[in-house]
Nanobody
Framework: QVQLVESGGGLVQAGGSLRLSCAASGRTFSVDAMAWFRRAPGKEREFVATINWSGGTTFYADSVKGRFTISRDNAKNTVYLQMNSLKPEDTAVYYC?????????????????WGQGTQVTVSS
């Protein structure tokens, strides 16, 4: 049974920072691609960032490029999302995602497993 458990969400002022974590279990984490998606109120789920199995390749949505950084620690079975210079439009539920392949995840149809989500609220 694969489980993804996110943590680190919360309320922050615009311009602030948060670090999300996602602890994975139930599979060999180090062979899987990981990603973060988000769903804002009244909007469709959207891709945020992805990282390949080794952590050597990353890809970001244009809306977060230069502000967010995805990373992973395969020894701890954990993927992170460092979010800096947060904006009110970053307010959303953030979901961790895992795929049974080593490349990148840019679309939800490649995701095999989802976390339950963590709320991030950025006040203006």
């Amino acid at each position: 049974q694969v489980q993804l458990v996110e943590s680190g969400g919360g309320l922050v002022q615009a311009g602030g920072s948060l670090r999300l974590s996602c602890a994975a279990s139930g599979r060999t984490f180090s062979v899987d691609a990981m990603a973060w998606f988000r769903r804002a109120p009244g909007k469709e789920r959207e891709f945020v960032a992805t990282i390949n199995w080794s952590g050597g390749t990353t890809f970001y949505a244009d809306s977060v490029k230069g502000r967010f950084t995805i990373s992973r620690d395969n020894a701890k079975n954990t993927v992170y999302l460092q979010m800096n210079s947060l904006k009110p439009e970053d307010t959303a539920v953030y979901y961790c995602a895992e795929a049974r392949w080593a490349g990148l995840i840019a679309t939800a149809d490649k995701v095999n497993y989802w976390g339950q989500g963590t709320q991030v609220t950025v006040s203006s």
